[in-house]
């Protein structure tokens, strides 16, 4: 039935066990199969039959109040060591982008201890010479969440993984 988790949740410190019900109150609407996990503290994860854009767009359109960003998974690699994470992405990036210019990586520990620089470090000389590194205004953001049985993989543009905009997003 699930296969594969479609997103990752943050939530407000304290807030994750009531979090549950309000996304799986978004995403009930098109999957009753949905379900929803705390996967550590502050961190759920959504299982759906639905696509994980499909997803992200019904948390975007009514955002649970206690959730503060959402990533949801474009690739899913099993596994957790940096080298197979960093040829993984790597091979995803270089098929998936045709056209991008910018990007650069941000990668997560939730719940297991991996070494996220070497990860970062290895996709961005990885891509050397097919997409320049931009810290201040990259066209997007490779975002690398690690979990104890795998790690997800979620391309947005800068911020838009945030359910609330900051001013200084706005400026």
């Given at each position: 039935?699930?296969q ?15 979090c ?12 009753i199969?949905a379900r929803?996990?705390?996967y ?6 959504v ?5 994980s854009?499909?997803?992200y ?18 690739l ?18 270089k ?17 297991i ?9 290895g996709v ?14 990259p ?7 690690v ?7 979620s ?8 359910f ?8």
């Amino acid at each position: 039935m699930w296969q594969n988790p479609k997103a990752l949740v943050t939530t407000k410190p304290g807030k994750g066990r009531k979090c549950i019900n309000e996304i799986l109150n978004r995403i009930l609407i098109k999957d009753i199969d949905a379900r929803v996990i705390e996967y550590v503290q502050n961190v759920a994860i959504v299982y759906s039959n639905l696509d994980s854009l499909v997803v992200y767009g019904l948390l975007f359109a009514s955002p649970p109040s206690c959730a503060e960003k959402v990533y949801p998974f474009q690739l899913i690699i099993n596994s957790t060591n940096e080298k197979e994470i960093v040829v993984n992405v790597i091979n995803f990036i270089k098929n998936k982008t045709k056209d991008l210019k910018t990007f650069y990586v941000r990668c997560y520990n939730r719940g297991i201890d991996v070494n996220c620089r070497e990860i970062e470090m290895g996709v961005g000389i990885g891509l050397k010479g097919l997409i320049n590194v931009d810290f201040k205004d990259p066209e997007v953001v490779l975002h690398v969440n690690v979990l104890k049985e795998f790690a997800g993989i979620s391309l947005l543009r800068k911020n838009q993984e945030k359910f609330r905009a900051t001013l200084l997003d706005k400026i």
